[in-house]
Structure formats: C-alpha cells, structure tokens
C-alpha cells in the first residue's frame, strides 16, 4: 500500500500517551502496522503540559518506528465540557442550526466564546420529538498547547477528537449497544468516563474519580509520597471484596484494597446517578451490559465488583476485532494492552469510513495549514505551469542570446578586420601626406630653378656689351648700397683684385661683333650671407671689359 495511506492515531491522555499507526486500504480497513504506550515523566499541569506532550511524544516516537507523518488525535474527557441539549425540531439549513447551537451553548459555557473551540453533533433518535444536539467545548489554549507539542515532535494533527467520542465509535464499529443499552466506563488516570450506547442514541458524561484519586487516598493512609503511593497500587492494588472475605496477609495490600474498594464504592455512585439521569433526560433504558476500559479497569477484581454492585454482565471492551492486525504485531503483547487502545481504534476509523459521532476541535491555526495543504497540489501544479512558461521563455532568452553572440563575434570580427584596415589606411594617409609635402617641397625648388633661368635670360638680354660677368649681387629692399662691396667681400672672404687683361682669343666671338679677352681666376667661394635679409628688388652685375679698337 501507498506511504500515503498510514496514520497515526494518539490518544492524548493525562497520564500518558496511547500511539498506532494504521494503514487503511481500498476496503477502508484499519490494518494495525505498530502501537506503543508511554506515561508523563512528571505531574500534567497546565504550567507542564506542552513540554510533557512533546518530551513524551518524542521519547516515543524515537523509540518505536513510526513512519506515518499525520495524526489524528483525541484528549482527555477531563480537558473538555460535553452538553446535552434538546431543540424544536428544525428543517432548516445546516447554518441555521449552528447558530441555535451556538445560542446554546453561549448559555451553557461558562467561557467567553471567543476563548473556546467548540463543535457540535446531532445525535439522531427516531422516538424523540426534539432534536438531540451534543455540543464539546474546550479552552482554545489547551488545544494549542497539545497540537504545538504534537508539532514540535514532527507530526501534522490533521484532526482534534475528544477521547469519549473516539472510545463510542469503537464500541458500536464492533456492535456493541446495536440491540440493547450497554454501558461503558473508561476509567483513566484522572478522570472516567461514561459512554451509554443504545441504537443511536449517545450520552457520556465525565466523572472526576479515577486512578489518581485511589493514588491520593494510598499516599494519605500509607503516609508515602504519591510516586510511592503509584508502586505500591501497582503492585498490590486490586478491589477488596469485603464481606466475609478475608483480608490479604499483607498488611500493606489490605489497606490498599480497602481504599480502592472505597474509591471504586463511590464511582459506583456516580454510575448509578448517571444511569438515573440517563433515563429520566434521555428516555433510554437501564444498561444491561457493562464493558470496562482504560488503565485503571485492571485493578484485580474490578469486574467482579460492578458485576456484584450493578448486577449486570461485566467485560473488558476488545476495540480490535474491527482491526486487521500486521503480522509483525505481537499479539500476546497487545492483547495485554487492548483495554487501553479503545480511544486510538475509533480515531482510525475516522480516516475513511463515516463515524455516528464526528467532532473536530482542530484550532484555527491548524485549519488554515490543512486547506494550505490541500490546495498545495494544485500549487504546485501552477508553480510548475508557471516555471514551464518561464523555462521557455528562459529558453528562447537563451537562443536569442546565442544568436545574438554569435551576431556579436561576426560583428566583432568585422570590426577587428576593419579597425585593421582603417589603421592601415591611416598611415598609408599619413605617407601620401608625407609624400605630397615632400612633392610639393620638390615641386617648389623645381619652380625656383626655373625662375632662376628666366633671371639669367633677363640678366643676358640687360648685360652691356663686351661685359664679362664675375658676380651677380642681389640688390635687396633693406640693404645700404654703400654697404655692397663691403658684403660682396664679406661673402668672398677677401678683396677681388681688378682681374687681369685677358689673352686676345680668336676663337672666341664676343657680342655685338666685337672679341673679347679671357682671363682665368680662381673659383670664388660664396658663403652663405649673413647680412640683410628681404625682398630682392634687384640685382648688380660686376664684370670686366676688353674692347680691341
């Protein structure tokens, strides 16, 4: 069977904790996979009872192997208020019959209601004319206190039930009160409860005698603590029958037997005022059966005595016959324990199947996690639908940045091929200037040179007759002409002598028909002026002349 199936049952009581897991399959029947059973360390106390819960619930937890995670629980009749209460017949909607109900109970609850969980169940009898309404209250820190410590030992309370309620829907799953009007007393630690069952009909009360009062009475007449006084009813306790029976040798087991035959004498009292108010109130009939349950119903003789005081058949209740039980259970262990195991039994059975008496005291805190947790799967369908959108989105992010990288590292790539070229273009920009200056420097030296051969042609054409030219001499804008032989020896680096007649050369024709001398002379060194410098405004020729008459 699925995980999900298993449940674990605790039946929160106030001397201890009573744990089961069952798994219920497709037929709806509990089958029992482990049980186990724990008393508190210490006193329950209002002050102690979340820490008890949970150091307690814990123990027992770690040390059997429990692996259901959600719980249904049931508390003490002790921490809770029943009423009865009978109302006009009403055809109307369940709502309207909540708030009769809650009118009621306003009137019945000495809490403000807003300090108290409450809930309600019809109890169905054919024969009556007013309709019968069970209502439970219980103050909303015990509640709190007892699902925080069931929290704290990492389990979810998926449901409250009152241990009265929970012990009924065991007794009538296994037929009991069907054809007659049985009784059944759940004596505990510190409180009993009686359950009348007949038909349908249901009445409990509580009753504030029990294990705990038979251990107060031991440690008064004993003079013993009451953790003393718990051994020794657990070791000699049983119910004294009295009469002409004799007492025990022990003097000890004697003195117990008469205090628990005492305490048992006046819970016999409250049975009996209980089964008249049953009868008169709820028009039922005398019990004719008798069915004993919880821990302090073991005491030796305690059949017998009711048997005796209420002249009726007496017996242990057996929840277990409407329970399969795993093969791994020991059945001779159980067997010793079932009296106790009634309240777990009728918390199983509302896993599945529909109950007579369904009472819920889950607080407000844990509801809300419940729907939480119901509507989780459909969160988590939408999560998932969400994140599928996203994921697709997401991926088509992806692809789109991956086409837009690979984009990028073509582009990238152009870019460096560019930038290489762009650098290349730049310094061949850079050479073509280089070049074009240089060409243009070259190209103005060029132009110079020609104009220098049209200054020689307009020198020739001005030269005088039978002038042989020695020096040309600019003749400049800023220049002192006083100051020209000085600059024309300054630039020769000494004085030029008046040249020497040159040889009359026949082979050499002179202008204008006339011949002319040669005469030779050094080169002159020209050096480059260090005088004036500006515009050229002329120029001066030296020379000598030879004319042959």
Avoid at 155 to 181: K, L, Q, T
Avoid at 513 to 529: H, K, S
């Amino acid at each position: 069977m699925a995980q999900s199936n298993r449940i674990l049952a605790l039946d929160i009581g106030s001397a201890g904790i009573k744990a089961a897991e069952f798994e219920i399959g497709s037929e709806s029947v509990p089958v029992l996979q482990s049980f186990a059973f724990a008393e508190y360390g210490d006193e329950l106390t209002e002050d102690t009872r979340e820490l008890l819960v949970a150091e307690t619930l814990g123990q027992l937890l770690r040390e059997n192997r429990f692996t259901a995670k959600d719980a249904l629980l049931s508390i003490s009749g002790q921490f809770t208020l029943t009423r009865f209460v009978k109302l006009p017949p009403v055809s109307e909607e369940e709502s309207r019959v909540r708030q009769i109900v809650e009118f009621e109970a306003r009137q019945n609850v000495p809490f403000p209601m807003e300090e108290v969980i409450w809930d309600y169940q019809l109890i169905a009898n054919p024969e009556a004319e007013e309709l019968e309404v069970m209502f439970v209250v219980v103050k909303n820190e015990i509640v709190e206190e007892i699902t925080r410590a069931v929290q704290a030992a990492g389990i979810f309370p998926v449901m409250v039930d009152v241990a009265p309620a929970a012990c009924y829907n065991a007794a009538r799953a296994n037929g009991i009160g069907e054809d007659e009007c049985a009784l059944v007393l759940d004596i505990g630690g510190r409180s009993t409860n009686l359950l009348f069952l007949e038909r349908k009909q249901f009445f409990t009360r509580t009753i504030p005698i029990a294990g705990i009062t038979i251990t107060q009475q031991v440690a008064k007449e004993l003079d013993v603590t009451l953790e003393e006084a718990e051994e020794i009813k657990r070791k000699h306790g049983f119910v004294g029958l009295g009469g002409a029976y004799e007492d025990p040798d022990s003097e000890v087991a004697a003195v117990v037997s008469k205090v628990v035959r005492n305490v048992m004498t006046r819970l016999h009292g409250e049975v009996n005022r209980s089964i008249g108010v049953y009868r008169s109130q709820q028009k039922g009939n005398r019990p004719s059966k008798l069915y004993l349950t919880g821990g302090t119903s073991i005491l030796g003789y305690t059949s017998e005595f009711f048997t005796e005081k209420l002249g009726v058949e007496t017996q242990y209740l057996n929840p277990f016959p409407i329970v399969r039980l795993s093969p791994n259970i020991d059945t001779d262990q159980l067997e010793g324990v079932a009296h106790i195991f009634s309240q777990v039994v009728g918390l199983a059975l509302r896993r599945r199947s529909a109950c007579p008496v369904e009472v819920n005291l889950v607080p407000e805190r844990i509801t809300r996690q419940i729907a939480l947790r119901q509507k989780k799967p459909y969160l988590i369908g939408c999560i998932l639908c969400v994140l599928m959108v996203l994921s697709g989105y997401l991926s088509a992010i992806i692809y789109k940045e991956k086409l837009f990288d690979q984009n990028l590292d073509q582009l990238k790539s152009q870019k460096d091929r560019l930038e290489a070229k762009q650098k290349s273009l730049i310094a061949a920009e850079r050479r073509s200037g280089t070049a074009q200056d240089e060409y243009e420097e070259l190209r103005q030296l060029v132009v110079k040179r020609e104009r220098w051969i049209d200054v020689m042609r307009e020198v020739e054409d001005l030269r005088p007759a039978n002038l042989w030219v020695v020096e040309v001499t600019p003749v400049l804008e800023t220049e002192d002409p006083t100051r020209r032989l000085d600059s024309r020896e300054r630039r020769s680096g000494r004085g030029m002598p008046a040249p020497a007649p040159m040889p009359f050369d026949p082979t050499m024709r002179g202008r204008g028909g006339l011949d002319q001398t040669t005469e030779t002379e050094e080169a002159i060194v020209i050096e480059p002026d260090e005088g004036p410098t500006g515009e050229i405004i002329g120029i001066t020729l030296r020379g000598h002349s030879l004319s042959i008459p």
